[in-house]
Each structure stands twice: as C-alpha cells, then as structure tokens.
C-alpha cells in the first residue's frame, strides 16, 4: 500500500503552531523538504549550540552533514550507524572490500588496484550547491564525468518485431537521422520560398540545423558518421547511410534517447568524486572528534519524554544492548528500516514511515584485463543502453587509455528486482550475457564482478524513496515538521530523493528547525 491509499486526519495543532514558526522565521515548507536552500548553507551561528546535546542517527550524508555542522557550533553531537562503515548509499567498493546480502550471499570485491565501483551516489549535478560547498571546504578533488548518451556508444532494441532488432546502433546514428528527418518534414511543412520573413528564416535554420540539401532533403552528414572515413589526398571518404524514416520513428523505447541529451536526467557537464565517492563521506566524518560515530550500532528501540529522547541500541558483533540519550535526535534512517523498529512517533507519522515504497536498483561492477570498449570500439565514457532488459551500461570516464576498467551494468526498477531475487554468481552470468549482447566477445576479457542488489542491501533494504505525487504533497510536510524532540533527514525527505544533494539540503532543513526549537524551548 503507497501513502496515497491511507486517508490522513489534518496535522494537529502542534505542527500548525510550529509551520506558523517556521514561516514567520522565513523559511518555506519546500525548503524544509529539501528545496533549494537560498542561503546553500548548513552551517549554523558559532555558538549556537554550545551546551546542547544531539544524537543523529545514522552516517550517511544526511547525517554525517547534521552533525558536521552541529559540532562546528558546539554541539555535544553523538552518531549511531548500524553498518561497520560511513556514507549509507555513498558507498565506493575497491579491491578487498566484503559485504554480506541479507540472506547470507558474501561477496569480496577483487577489482584490479586503482579500479571501482559506486554502488549507490556517482554523479554530482553542477546547481548541486550544497554537495560541492562540502567538497570545496574539505578538500575533495572533483572531476568530470560523462553520463548519458555520447555518439560512439550504442543502442540496441532487442524486443523483437522491428527491422532493427539486434542490430546495434551508435547513438549518433539515430540521434541525427531523428534531427535530420525531423527537420526535412519541417521544411515541407514551411512550404516553399516566398512566405512570411519568420518561416523563410526558420526554414533555413531547418536546413543547417538538419545538414539538408538545398532541396530540403536529408541523406546523411559528418555527424552521423562515415562508412569509409576520410584520410589521405587521395581518400576522401564516404558518408553512412541514414536508416529509412519509417524504421527511425518506429524503432520502440530507445527513440526517446536522443531527447536525453543535455536534459535534466543527463545534463552537461556532471561532476564525480575523484578517486570514488565515499572520499566525500570520509572527509564528513574525518572532520568530527574520535569517538563520536558508533559504527555497528542496530537502533532496536526510541522513546521521548519530556526531557529528551532515549535510544536503545544492538552491538551488531557482541550482540549487547546499549541505552542512549540526548535532549533532541536527528533520525536519518530510511523508512524502509524505520517502519520496523519500535518507536512511539505520532500514529501519523508512523503510518507515513510504514507506506513509503523505495525503489529497487541492481549495479552490477563488470571488471576487464583489456579496455576493449576504448581499443577495439572507440568507446570513451558515457551510456549505451539496451530496451529489454532496461538497462544502462557505463563506460568509465577516469582512466582513459590504461591497462584495466571496469563497466557498470545499471538495471532500472523493472528489472532489478527479478536480479535481485538470483545469487551473485547468477546476476553475473546475466550481467555478462547482456553485455555481450553490445559487446560480443566481452567475455574473453572478464576478470571479476561485484553486484549490488540495494533491496538486499543490509541497512538500505531499497535504493531510495519513492514517493507518489499526492504523498509528497501531503505527506512531506509533516514528516520535515518532525516529531516532538525528533527530526527527520536523508535524501528521502527532500524533493530530490536519491541524490546526495537531497540527503545536503534535508539536513540543512533539519538543522534550521533544530534551531527553531531550541528558541521556543529557551
């Protein structure tokens, strides 16, 4: 059941005082879902905090952010992780690294050295403000990285009933014989020579924009690519031939991938943590005093009186339970983990954190003794991508021309969880046979895999949270307004789950909220 299907009484008077505060302290309701931050800045007075008490919950970004900042203004901040390492979702995987699936599955990455996989966070979007001032003021080295569709990479339908099914296609193939095609009909449509200045001046934008003729007929350009490429004097080349129209406007799904470039899903240029992502998380935590994170610690049990909040909590080794309090809490944990723990929020709360939905998504690390993609293909960076099943494969952008890489295959949520439900050794073999399907012969090259099923995931249990649009609407709001002495954090209580600027700007709200608090309770 999704939160659209549960009937909610209005926020009780409580929440309606504290929105009231928060408006009157400027702030906005989506900014405390995790809109853009005007200020893009976390950090609170120094000061502010001293003499406070906060326990966060969690290390991911959300957390490790809130209590970064909170240390910084003096707070006694103290951060339980039930996993045995920072960053949540912001996880990089090396040679050597292990992890157990629920279920039991073990996998030990064995990647050649200098090679990775992010499992989870990879890509950081230039308006990321928040994400790139912790990178500026920690020292974390960024750089480019290619996402989406470049024109060497390929597309494949595989669904059958098309002329073109099986047979690869660059991406530049189809992108300019859409463009081409498209505009030669807008010149028909213009009509000919002679009519209004602004058509005459759109058609021959039309024509330069599509490389048609002088008749308005598109048959192909540089762009598309060559069937024998020019060289020497004497070698002048010859262009490919476009695919027919009616094939291009019926190939299926992969249509829509030309649409992709340079869109909100695949903008240019993406930033990438250089050398893995968790460097970001590391640097969080790296700022905070010895001590203050406790990994390994299974949140069994929360409660809040009037002086406080009182956690119980599991050594995931020795198995001894633990008791913690402070005066307030920042819970991170995602939902799907929090519907399962023993908590008393307000019964709306509660049913707001049992309905959230998180998406399952399947990585699966391919690594190669040969770049083969770049040597044998002209491949460098970017996404092919395959319509059945939905799935992206990764070329990696860092390294170019080295010995060894490693290709990411990204299925997409139709199908993550049928790979989900196969051990290991079998999304590998899965993983392989799809790749072969744009790379034949891949498989000669093969070294190592690693997979991440995120449903399977200890402490995850899903990928990110996946709200409808009627339960962010209604629902959002009152889980940014808290509950009594708790707040809530991490990229699902944002307008932009699944990215770590989410997981920034909602424990940027938090931290203003915490501050409102501490007001009305001083």
Not at 461 to 466: I, K, R
Request: aromatic residues 8%; neutral net charge; charged residues 20%.
């Amino acid at each position: 059941m999704n939160s659209d299907e549960l009937d909610r009484p209005d926020l009780s008077r409580r929440c309606l005082l504290l929105a009231a505060a928060i408006l009157a302290a400027g702030a906005r309701w989506p900014a405390l879902a995790g809109g853009t931050d005007e200020r893009n800045d976390g950090a609170l007075p120094p000061g502010s905090a001293q003499g406070r008490e906060v326990l966060v919950l969690g290390a991911g970004i959300a957390g490790l952010v809130t209590a970064y900042e909170l240390h910084r203004a003096g707070c006694r901040v103290r951060v339980l992780e039930a996993r045995e390492r920072v960053g949540g979702r912001c996880w990089t995987l090396r040679a050597g690294d292990r992890f157990t699936e629920m279920g039991g599955a073990e996998q030990v990455c064995t990647f050649a050295s200098g090679d990775y996989l992010n499992a989870g966070a990879n890509r950081i979007m230039t308006w990321h403000r928040g994400v790139l001032a912790y990178a500026r003021r920690l020292g974390v080295p960024l750089e480019l990285y290619e996402s989406g569709p470049l024109g060497q990479n390929w597309l494949l339908r595989r669904t059958p009933g098309h002329p073109l099914s099986g047979q690869r296609l660059r991406f530049r193939e189809l992108d300019r014989d859409e463009i081409g095609y498209a505009m030669q009909r807008l010149v028909e449509l213009l009509g000919p020579a002679g009519g209004a200045a602004d058509d005459q001046t759109l058609a021959a934008w039309a024509r330069r924009f599509g490389t048609l003729d002088q008749s308005g007929r598109y048959h192909g350009s540089p762009a598309r690519g060559y069937r024998v490429p020019p060289g020497a004097v004497d070698a002048p080349g010859e262009l490919s031939t476009p695919l027919p129209s009616a094939q291009v406007w019926s190939y299926g799904k992969l249509d829509a991938v030309p649409g992709w470039v340079n869109s909100a899903k695949f903008p240019t240029p993406v930033l990438t943590v250089t050398g893995g992502m968790d460097r970001l998380a590391l640097a969080l935590a790296g700022q905070l005093p010895a001590g203050t994170i406790q990994l390994g610690a299974e949140l069994v049990r929360l409660r809040q009186d009037g002086d406080g909040v009182r956690v119980s909590w599991r050594d995931a080794r020795s198995g001894e339970l633990h008791e913690e309090r402070a005066a307030q809490a920042v819970c991170t944990i995602p939902f799907s983990l929090l519907s399962r723990i023993d908590t008393d929020f307000d019964p709306i709360v509660q049913g707001i954190i049992a309905t959230l939905g998180y998406e399952s998504v399947v990585k699966i690390g391919l690594g190669f003794r040969r770049r083969f993609w770049e040597e044998d293909e002209q491949i460098f960076a970017g996404y092919s991508f395959i319509d059945d099943p939905e799935l992206f494969v990764a070329y990696p952008s860092v390294g170019l021309g080295t010995a060894t890489g490693v290709l990411t295959n990204y299925y997409g949520v139709r199908d993550s969880l049928r790979l989900a439900a196969l051990t290991p050794p079998e999304r590998q073999r899965a993983a392989l046979a799809d790749l072969a399907s744009l790379h034949p012969g891949a498989a000669a090259e093969f070294d190592s895999a690693v997979s991440v099923a995120w449903a399977r995931i200890p402490y995850s249990a899903g990928c990110f949270g996946a709200w409808t649009k009627n339960g962010r609407d209604r629902d959002l709001p009152r889980i940014a307004a808290g509950d009594r002495r708790v707040v809530f954090a991490g990229e699902h209580v944002s307008q932009i789950p699944a990215w770590m600027e989410g997981a920034v700007q909602s424990a940027h709200a938090g931290l203003r909220l915490l501050q409102l608090q501490w007001g009305a309770r001083s």
